[in-house]
């Protein structure tokens, strides 16, 4: 109980303080603040509408535009907005990093935006990990037994091999991100392997995220998606997205033992008795 009332109490104050902090902006564009008085809101009722998670390519979008016009007054307070609202999410294990990623892309550029989806992936993944390791290990073997079982079979047999065997998770994820991060302290993981296979093995997923909120940005018309410099990009994104995966599935062919797992981490017979049961 009292791991359960520690962690409600973290997650509390990190709402409230990521509240205040957006609802709290500092003074606008003069854009910005014609943007909403055209659409007969005040500056305050626009800035409500806007300031939220995106959940779909519209309001993405939307977000980036009013994001990149506060930029160019208030840089370092995007920046630390940006930098709550991502470690939010990764810390308490929230799904929508995906789009936190291209908005990263679409508001700090393509490199830019991917040093700092690279490093807020692997510190929120870090913090979720403790967060685990100090209030919900009992909790995570409470709900997911089954999995938990499998995956610390998994790891025992790839324990001189630990570092590429996280790797391969994170290029196929075979188990959701959220749930390694959870499920680690659980199976003993060390910290610092842990770390840098969060590290290396997201930047795929993460370059991949980025450069499509970049493009989505700078796309304007039909016109541009069949640009040689959108071609390129599109070309680079699936070359990051190929040539990683490749290689580490060419050495788990000879070095690993991930038999037995399906996409959610289950066996092939769980997934069995699971249909005898239905």
């Given at each position: 109980?009292?791991?359960?009332?520690?962690?409600?109490?973290i997650?509390?104050?990190?709402?409230?303080?990521?509240?205040?902090?957006?609802?709290h902006l500092?003074?606008?564009?003069?854009?910005?603040?014609?943007?909403?008085?055209?659409?007969?809101?005040?500056?305050?009722?626009?800035?409500?509408?806007?300031?939220?998670?995106?959940?779909?390519?519209?309001?993405?979008?939307?977000?980036?535009?009013?994001?990149?016009?506060?930029?160019?007054?208030?840089?370092?307070?995007?920046?630390?907005?940006?930098?709550?609202a991502?470690?939010?999410?990764?810390?308490?294990?929230?799904?929508?990093?995906?789009?936190?990623?291209?908005?990263?892309?679409?508001?700090?550029?393509?490199?830019e935006?991917?040093?700092?989806?690279?490093?807020?992936?692997?510190?929120?993944?870090?913090?979720?990990?403790?967060?685990?390791?100090?209030?919900g290990?009992?909790?995570v073997?409470?709900?997911?037994?089954?999995?938990?079982?499998?995956?610390?079979?998994k790891?025992e047999?790839?324990?001189?091999?630990?570092?590429?065997f996280?790797?391969?998770l994170?290029?196929?994820?075979?188990?959701?991100?959220?749930?390694?991060?959870?499920?680690?302290?659980?199976?003993?993981?060390?910290?610092?392997?842990?770390?840098?296979?969060?590290?290396?093995?997201l930047?795929?997923?993460?370059?991949?995220?980025?450069?499509?909120?970049?493009?989505?940005?700078?796309?304007?018309?039909?016109?541009?998606?069949?640009?040689?410099?959108?071609?390129?990009?599109?070309?680079?994104?699936?070359?990051?997205?190929?040539?990683?995966?490749?290689?580490?599935?060419?050495?788990?062919?000879?070095?690993?033992?991930?038999d037995?797992?399906?996409?959610?981490?289950?066996?092939?017979?769980?997934?069995?008795?699971?249909?005898?049961?239905?």
């Amino acid at each position: 109980m009292r791991s359960l009332a520690g962690l409600a109490a973290i997650v509390a104050a990190a709402s409230v303080f990521l509240y205040l902090l957006s609802t709290h902006l500092p003074p606008g564009p003069e854009q910005l603040q014609a943007r909403g008085q055209d659409r007969g809101l005040d500056r305050g009722e626009d800035r409500d509408y806007m300031l939220k998670f995106p959940s779909d390519l519209d309001e993405l979008r939307e977000l980036a535009d009013m994001l990149k016009f506060y930029k160019r007054e208030h840089h370092g307070y995007v920046l630390l907005l940006f930098c709550s609202a991502y470690l939010y999410k990764q810390s308490f294990a929230i799904p929508g990093s995906s789009f936190l990623n291209m908005l990263a892309g679409a508001i700090f550029g393509p490199w830019e935006g991917l040093v700092l989806a690279c490093l807020l992936t692997t510190l929120g993944s870090t913090l979720c990990f403790l967060l685990s390791a100090t209030f919900g290990k009992q909790h995570v073997l409470h709900f997911f037994p089954d999995k938990v079982a499998l995956l610390h079979r998994k790891v025992e047999e790839n324990r001189s091999s630990l570092f590429f065997f996280l790797l391969f998770l994170r290029f196929f994820p075979m188990t959701p991100n959220w749930f390694l991060n959870i499920t680690c302290p659980v199976l003993n993981i060390p910290m610092p392997i842990f770390f840098f296979s969060v590290l290396i093995g997201l930047i795929p997923y993460n370059f991949i995220c980025v450069r499509t909120g970049s493009m989505l940005s700078e796309i304007s018309s039909l016109d541009d998606i069949f640009s040689w410099s959108t071609l390129a990009q599109l070309l680079a994104i699936a070359l990051v997205a190929l040539v990683p995966g490749a290689l580490i599935k060419r050495y788990s062919e000879g070095h690993l033992k991930v038999d037995g797992m399906d996409g959610n981490g289950s066996s092939r017979e769980e997934i069995k008795k699971e249909r005898k049961r239905r």
